[in-house]
């Protein structure tokens, strides 16, 4: 066997040389980064991939050549590898290599674990303990499925975070995650390199079973999470699942996308069977497996990944694969507009509306309505963005049309079905969709053009009207001075994550808090109250000296900005509901159960005096007392 890593140096050149054409799976190609190195530094110069090399072997030598795909300009192509006695010499751009045998490992990854006291982190499985497909039983923890990979999981010693205080709400949201990450990960930085860092949490404020939430920022794919509350259990499905949870979300920071999201990538990758929803893969969500949903899923899964997503493991370009280098997708794509199908039998229609236009620096907020045509239908109810069930195209002024990527993006792998008839004709989300991984999509006055797709479990793809979106000029020097201090990358962040007390987003609520001090009159200035407010009504954790700690709420300051909020009643629906009911819970936290119960009261009336759907009018109602009786149960 001669298939693995080989790395050497002449002069300032280094190379990390990956030889596949033996062994394990192997993907028959051959593939190479190379960097300089300057005294005690050393820089990546470009990676190279030879698809389909020529293999001949004489005697104990191998030789493996062909023309190869470079990220950087070269004079030849051609690239040729003869490995003999643990060693390959290799010509790449005319330039001769001698680079020893290092590793039958083709890449190595730093991975960082930390849990919160409490939680139990996953071991291991023995294949053997539930029927699956016919293969030799073994036992397989999360090392020995990325060794399967070829990647080597160098596991740091685990650290335990202890919690300050007891009785606290231990349910993280995104923003507590994001900034837990940039105070406990040790090798956090702003660089590409192989480093992960891993959180097993006790929940999350969502439910969710994991996430990889690192995609805001320049260096991302750093850090991800599981939720022990939500997966754990000592029985074999609770370990199988707990297995495939923890794969699967350090396959997001791999750069690798859900199986029926391959499209999505740049360059677009094709999709498996059943539009993707057929991959027996750890990137697939069990329960949209087809055929035959999870228990299909499990007979036939053999704990691995897919031919198309070994090869992007092994041999993508460093750049697309190493954590801190390229975002999650590879970057901002153009892509072309989602098109309807040629025939839709699903009986479900999407639509986008959002109000008719927005001032610039305005948060763009469009609401998505997913509603049964003709007969009920039942579907999943992951219609938001952030689960990436549902995407949305944007098409800007100058003509580019760019992909909505979301700050955090929630793997959801239970699917809640609901029914939609003629008692529930609809469901409705609520998506801030002006700023996501690239930055803001909003950024300039003109017209947007706006269309969403929202992808089935069948794999349908239900695909919306075109909605318009107009965000106009500034008139009044206010108006330029407001749009200056929304628009900057630290309050986008702030506006997807609701607040945050992270030091690192300072500069982005020292903005906010301008736009309060010096136009608070201003129209805008309701959505830096938004953001105060909400964050200020929250705890917030946070890890520091390696202890979690809980800020408290302050329903003090929660009130004063809520409170405006909900009287100038100017945010879209949705969102007023969330204020409403937020600022109910920081009158009864103050001991006001009477002021809170009047604010649902009160969120009764305004939502009837909009005229909505008698329907979602009843589910209104229904939130009020259920709210009600929750702050009376609390208090």
Known sequence: ?????????????????????????????????????????TSYIGSFVVHAPTITVEGASTRVEGQGAFTQAVTSRQVTVTVEQGVARAEIDGRRYELPFASAFFRSVLLEQDSVVGTVPFVEYNTGSLPGPQVEPRVIGVREAWADAGVELRVAEPG????????????????????????????YGDAAAWRVWLLVASKHVGGYRGIMFDYNDGCQRQGAAVFYDAIKGDSPQAQRAQ?????????????????????????????????????????????????????????????????AELIH??????????????????????????????????????????????????????????????????????LHPDTEFTQVSITQPSGRTVLYRPMMRH??????????????PAMYRSAYIGHGREGHYFQQPGEYRVRAQYIAADGSRIVSPVLTIKVRYPVTTADHQVAELMLGEDQGKLFSLLGS??????????????????????????????????????????????????????????????????????VDNITLNLVMRRLARAEARQGDLDQAYAVMDRMVSVFEDRNLNPVVMGQIRRQAELTKSALSAEG
């Open 501 to 570: 007390d992270s030091p690192t987003l300072r500069s982005g609520n020292e903005a906010l808090e301008e736009v309060i001090d010096r136009h608070g009159g201003h129209p805008l200035a309701v959505y830096a109250r938004l953001v105060k407010g909400l964050n200020a009504e929250r705890e917030f954790k946070r890890i520091r000296d390696g202890r979690l700690q809980v800020r408290p709420p302050d329903p003090k300051e929660g009130i004063e900005q809520l409170s405006v909020v909900a009287r100038q009643a100017t």
């Open 411 to 424: 793997c959801v792998d239970h699917s809640l079905e609901i029914r939609l008839d003629e008692n529930n």
């Open 243 to 307: 297995l495939r949870t923890y794969v699967h979300e350090l396959g997001h920071a791999f750069n690798l996308l859900h199986s029926w999201q391959k499209n999505l990538a740049t360059p677009p990758q094709p999709l498996g069977p059943d539009g993707g929803f057929g991959d027996l893969s750890w990137m697939n969500y069990v329960q949209n497996y087809r055929p035959g949903g999870e228990p299909g899923y499990w007979a036939a899964f053999p704990f691995q990944f897919t031919d």
């Open 1 to 41: 066997m001669i298939s693995g890593l080989y790395r050497g140096q002449d002069g300032d050149s280094q190379v990390d040389l990956r030889v596949d054409v033996d062994g394990t799976r192997p993907t028959g190609r051959l593939s190479g980064d190379l960097f300089t190195v300057a005294g005690a530094t």
């Open 160 to 187: 335990v975070v202890p919690t300050d205080g007891s009785g606290r709400d231990l349910a993280w949201d995104d923003a507590e995650l994001h900034h837990a990450m940039t105070q406990q990960f040790s090798q």
């Open 313 to 382: 493991l092994r041999h993508g370009f460093f750049r697309d694969v190493a954590m801190g280098a390229n975002a999650f997708g590879l970057g901002a794509a153009e892509i072309a507009p989602f098109e309807p199908p040629v025939e839709d039998r699903t009986g479900l229609a999407l639509e986008v509306r959002a109000k008719e236009w927005f001032g610039l620096g305005e948060p763009v907020v469009v609401e998505l309505k997913l509603s049964s045509v003709g007969e009920a239908r039942t579907t999943h109810s992951h």
